[in-house]
């Protein structure tokens, strides 16, 4: 199924392997790296395939790596795919040597960034480039999605999240399998996959604290408040988040602190759940029943940040996305840096924007106008809005069009 949907990707993976080059492909489980490899390679000839999801070859390859090198010689493939290579590490010396020797092509994925990143991995450094595969970003998902400016496609969205597998089941409509997917994952994968990989002892902490990361996400954390609620160490809740940081389950989103600026700014980092409706399944929130304008517009607001992120990720623009918040009260939500500007977002959950919405953004665009010249409110109505000289509300859909749109002034 998900080889219907075109990832922004599979161009930049094409022409990498048609220049003869092996790359990483990271990025969380069911993201869709197999299946769009599999899309990309079904036209090439004379490729293998190891997925170290399967335990008998896992184990077989653990015991006797050198086995990986002899038989990939014997095949004399032109392209070697290797599948979730965080679970055998020491497998990517034995590529090494291959890309040595034969020059030939690997594509590699994995879920965790952990393990490969522990003292002695071999990564491949000058041998392979590096990608990252993230859920749907708005491009993607339009392109297969009916109805899809209409507000309660943007409320499946903000429940259900944009997994590949997810989007299409929630396209026919297949609700309850949906939720139960979602649940299954946080079940098999955010709790027993990481806490095996990462040798987590305190399983019952470690469910706890899941529940309340996805309450949390999104928010400016205090680690030692959050251990209080839930009981552990606050040394253990940083090494928790530590570990979904690097199972690529959550994004780290800093605070922009300008060096000139006078104001006391809140410099704690936030994290987001890369997908919302994990994020909602993790904190048990799986409905669009009985959600509050309050919780909507949190979602709301969760989910615009990660669509920034996949855009800049996916595009491989030399950008990054921050938040910004005065002690004292102003705050904006989304702050992206691009082409040495700052571009501030406000996400409201409202569709119909008024001047008193955007007085934060009025706020940073007058202390920072060096830098910042244009700001965007985002909201689910259908048009843009001129608020302000420099202030455009935006449909949640045209979201993208922030890095084309000129200052409204001009």
């Known amino acids: 199924m998900e080889d219907m949907i075109e990832r922004n990707l599979k161009n930049e993976l094409k022409e990498t392997i048609d220049s003869n080059h092996s790359f990483f492909l990271f990025g969380p489980r069911?993201?869709?790296?197999?299946?769009?490899?599999?899309?990309?390679?079904?036209?090439?000839?004379?490729?293998?395939?190891?997925?170290?999801?399967?335990?008998?070859?896992?184990?077989?390859?653990?015991?006797?790596?050198?086995?990986?090198?002899?038989?990939?010689?014997?095949?004399?493939?032109?392209?070697?795919?290797?599948?979730?290579?965080?679970?055998?590490?020491?497998?990517?010396?034995?590529?090494?040597?291959?890309?040595?020797?034969?020059k030939w092509v690997f594509c590699i994925t994995g879920s965790s960034a952990r393990m490969l990143k522990r003292s002695g991995v071999n990564l491949l450094a000058g041998r392979a480039i590096t990608f990252r595969l993230d859920p749907l970003d708005l491009t993607e998902r339009m392109l297969f999605t009916q109805h899809f400016t209409q507000t309660n496609t943007l409320k499946k969205i903000l429940t259900y999240g944009d997994l590949p597998e997810i989007s299409l089941l929630l396209e026919n409509n297949k609700?309850?399998?949906?939720?139960?997917?979602?649940?299954?994952?946080?079940?098999?994968?955010?709790?027993e996959e990481i806490?095996?990989?990462?040798?987590?002892?305190?399983?019952?902490?470690?469910?706890?604290?899941?529940?309340?990361?996805?309450?949390?996400?999104?928010?400016?954390?205090?680690?030692?408040?959050?251990?209080?609620?839930?009981?552990?160490?606050?040394?253990?809740?940083?090494?928790?988040?530590?570990?979904?940081?690097d199972c690529l389950v959550i994004e780290e989103i800093q605070s922009l602190v300008p060096l000139s600026s006078r104001r006391r700014l809140a410099k704690s980092s936030k994290y987001l759940f890369f997908d919302i409706g994990v994020r909602n399944a993790a904190g048990e929130m799986l409905t669009m029943e009985g959600v509050d304008n309050e919780?909507?517009?949190?979602?709301?607001?969760?989910?615009?940040?990660?669509?920034?992120?996949?855009?800049?990720?996916?595009?491989?623009?030399?950008?990054?996305?921050?938040?910004?918040?005065?002690?004292?009260?102003?705050?904006?939500?989304?702050?992206?840096?691009?082409?040495?500007?700052?571009?501030?977002?406000?996400?409201?959950?409202?569709?119909?924007?008024?001047?008193?919405?955007?007085?934060h953004l009025e706020t940073f665009l007058s202390e920072y106008n060096k830098k910042s010249s244009i700001g965007y409110l985002i909201f689910p109505g259908e048009r843009p809005m001129k608020l302000a000289e420099n202030i455009v509300a935006l449909p949640w859909f045209q979201l993208y069009d922030i890095f084309k749109l000129p200052n409204p002034g001009d």
């Open 195 to 245: 806490r095996q990989e990462t040798l987590i002892r305190n399983i019952g902490g470690f469910s706890n604290f899941m529940k309340m990361a996805a309450e949390m996400s999104g928010k400016i954390l205090n680690f030692r408040e959050l251990s209080q609620d839930i009981g552990i160490a606050h040394t253990t809740v940083s090494s928790f988040y530590n570990v979904l940081h």
């Open 295 to 359: 919780e909507w517009g949190y979602r709301f607001e969760h989910w615009i940040g990660l669509q920034l992120i996949r855009y800049l990720r996916s595009r491989n623009l030399n950008g990054k996305l921050y938040y910004w918040r005065d002690h004292n009260g102003p705050e904006v939500d989304w702050v992206v840096e691009w082409n040495n500007r700052w571009i501030p977002i406000e996400v409201k959950f409202n569709n119909n924007p008024q001047r008193k919405h955007i007085k």
């Open 30 to 102: 069911q993201t869709g790296k197999t299946t769009l490899l599999n899309a990309i390679l079904e036209i090439y000839p004379n490729v293998i395939n190891y997925s170290f999801l399967d335990v008998a070859l896992r184990q077989r390859i653990e015991k006797h790596p050198e086995a990986f090198r002899q038989e990939i010689e014997m095949a004399k493939p032109g392209i070697i795919i290797i599948d979730e290579v965080q679970k055998v590490p020491k497998i990517l010396d034995e590529v090494q040597y291959l890309i040595d020797k034969y």
């Open 175 to 191: 609700v309850k399998l949906v939720e139960n997917l979602l649940r299954s994952y946080v079940e098999t994968f955010l709790e």
